[in-house]
C-alpha cells in the first residue's frame, strides 16, 4: 500500500495497516532507520505488576480516563492466535 508524507512530514497508515497491527488514533510509535528502510513499531504498553493470591501479574496501567474497548480486546485476541499459528508453523 502506498502513502504520501505531507509538507508537515505527516505520513498517514492505511486503516487495513492499522487494524491488522491494532493501532489506534493518539497510539505512540517508535521510528527507526533499519539498514536502508524505516520500521514503524508501537511503544510498548506500560504495565503495573500486582499481586494476586500467589501470583504477580501484569496489568496495563491506563490513565482513568482510559477504558478497554472491544476493538482493543478483539485485536490483543487476533494477534494471539496469528502468533501461536505461527509458533505451531515454526516448530
Known sequence: MRSTIDSAGRIV??????EEVGLQGG???EVQIVGDHLEIEP?????????QGDF???VL???PDQKLTA???ENTRTEIYRQREKDSENS
Open 13 to 18: 497508515l492505511p486503516k487495513a495497516i492499522r
Open 27 to 29: 497510539t505512540e510509535v
Open 43 to 51: 511503544v510498548p504498553a506500560e504495565v503495573d505488576f500486582v499481586r
Open 56 to 58: 504477580l501479574v501484569a
Open 61 to 63: 496501567h491506563r490513565t
Open 71 to 73: 476493538g482493543m480486546v
